[in-house]
């Protein structure tokens, strides 16, 4: 990264850009070089509107820029130069760099752990969800499900169909059993090995 884009007027989509093909997964999802929410982009992940910095964050962290963005209306852009992005930031005192680059920090793994979601399947984006929900006891793990089926499909970018799906494949080997509002995590190491974690 060699500059900053300051987007002073208009509307940006945010998320991963896609690839020529359309091809879909096993599950029926759209994969990384499939159809996308918009033209463009495979998995769109937000919106910024002008006036914002983009992808200030990795600036601030010294970082490539994580995101990919399309303008979705006509914009008007600054490019700011990073010496002069950083320079203008030297002038901050250490509590309040500090502060800033802890947020820069949090709202970077927040975007990677989203990005992250995309480039796994279904199975393995709904494993990771599980380890991650569980209630652990000594002698079991098991996960209360306190939000309606469509609500967890749409944290994990799929459909409530292919989450039921997901969940019978994932009784049928054994990984999990139980059904209703209490699923016991039955072999947690395989979920695991699944989520690829």
Request: hydrophobic share 45%; net charge neutral; proline share 5%.
């Amino acid at each position: 990264m060699t500059s900053v884009v300051y987007v002073e007027s208009g509307q940006v989509a945010l998320g991963l850009a896609g690839l020529p093909s359309s091809s879909t997964g096993e599950t029926g999802e759209a994969t990384l070089d499939g159809a996308a929410a918009f033209p463009g982009l495979a998995h769109q992940i937000g919106v910024l509107k002008g006036p914002a910095w983009l992808e200030a964050p990795a600036a601030l962290l010294g970082l490539p820029s994580a995101l990919d963005a399309i303008a979705e209306t006509p914009v008007r852009l600054r490019r700011v130069s990073l010496a002069a992005f950083q320079s203008a930031l030297e002038g901050t005192d250490a509590t309040g760099r500090s502060i800033l680059l802890d947020l820069a920090q949090a709202h970077r793994e927040q975007t990677e752990r989203t990005l992250s979601r995309f480039a796994k399947d279904a199975e393995a984006r709904c494993a990771e969800w599980l380890l991650r929900h569980a209630d652990s006891s000594p002698d079991k793990a098991c996960v209360k499900l306190e939000l309606r089926k469509r609500a967890i499909a749409a944290q994990l970018g799929i459909a409530p169909e292919t989450l039921s799906r997901v969940l019978r494949h994932l009784r049928e080997r054994h990984l999990i059993s139980g059904s209703g509002r209490i699923l016991n995590l039955v072999d947690p190491n395989g979920l695991r090995a699944l989520a690829g974690s």
